[in-house]
């Protein structure tokens, strides 16, 4: 199965400053990349799917790049509500296969 | 509005059973791959199972091979999650998650416990 890797494990980041998140595939998934978000306490939901588009309701300080082996999430301008762990997903094959999650705290 | 509604969680003890159930409402239930998807406590998510949207092929990690089964009522609009023997490291969340290619809605989840 595909394996995907996260970096960092936990980003401390000041408000209004940029997050940066990588996520790597042991294997190329094209750009079969989804992100989700996890807020505490809530269930995940989707964030971001085909590497760079983000879902409905998602707001513009969200970006995604990356195709193949190497993708990265930017939020640009951090804001209280984006306190969560955020999870890649490839869906290039089977099984699906997630990361182990970025933690994003607020400094 | 596309919603999912998962049931059946649960304490049940080690080598026990549990079925869950999926409930979903807004969208064309049959057409859609359904996934099960877990989360232990303070831990990553995890594929359990999924199924494809007329129930004739099947997938499941080979953590719970043999031991859980998945499938649908396009009837009734509602997949479930037959969990059989049971162990400790069965106990998370189980959150049901429809498959657009990526999946891209969540239900809530349903808490599953297997201790004694």
């Known amino acids: 199965e595909i394996v995907m890797t996260q970096s960092p494990a936990t980003l401390s980041v000041s408000p209004g400053e940029r997050a940066t998140l990588s996520c790597r595939a042991s294997?190329?998934?094209?750009?079969?990349l989804a992100w989700h978000q996890q807020r505490p306490g809530q269930a995940p939901r989707l964030l971001m799917y085909g590497a760079s588009t983000r879902a409905t309701g998602v707001p513009a300080r969200f970006s995604g790049s990356g195709s193949g082996t190497e993708f990265t999430l930017t939020i640009s301008s951090l804001q209280s509500e984006d306190l969560a762990v955020y999870y890649c997903?490839?869906?290039?094959?089977?099984?699906?296969?997630f990361g182990q999650g970025t933690k994003v705290e607020i400094k | 509005e596309v919603q999912l509604v998962e049931s059946g969680g649960g304490l049940v003890q080690p080598g026990g059973s549990l079925r869950l159930s999926c409930s979903a409402s807004g969208f064309t239930f049959k057409i859609y791959s359904m996934y099960w998807v877990r989360q232990a406590p303070g831990r990553g998510l995890e594929f359990v199972a999924g199924i494809n949207g007329n129930g004739e092929s099947t997938e499941y990690a080979d953590s719970v091979k043999d031991r859980f089964s998945i499938s649908r009522d396009n009837s009734k609009n509602t997949m479930y999650l037959q969990m059989s023997s049971l162990r400790a490291e069965d106990t998370a969340v189980y959150f049901c998650?429809?498959?657009?290619?990526?999946?891209?809605?969540w239900g809530q989840g349903t808490l599953v416990t297997v201790s004694s």
């Open positions: 998650v429809r498959e657009n290619y990526y999946y891209d809605y």
């Open positions: 294997q190329s998934v094209s750009s079969k």
């Open positions: 997903q490839q869906y290039n094959d089977w099984p699906r296969t």
